[in-house]
């Protein structure tokens, strides 16, 4: 699975509001097709499923 790892300069932090703790879906353009709530609370991984459930079913479809 890749992973993100943030730099020392926090790029990814300001870019994408990454604090606090969210979980993303990126999608293979490099777009944001998920931003759950901030974490632990907003941690909805129910929700993340379904999103890339989506996602797949569209790839497989082509639409």
Do not use: C, W
């Not at 759950?36 to 907003?42: D, H, I, K, L, N």
């Amino acid at each position: 699975m890749p992973m993100l790892i943030d730099d020392m300069k926090d790029s990814t932090a300001k870019n994408y509001g990454g604090y606090p703790d969210r979980l993303y879906l990126v999608g293979k353009d490099g777009k944001v097709v998920y931003q759950g709530g901030p974490g632990p609370r907003g941690f909805k991984p129910d929700e993340l499923e379904e999103h890339l459930e989506k996602i797949l079913d569209k790839g497989a479809d082509g639409k």
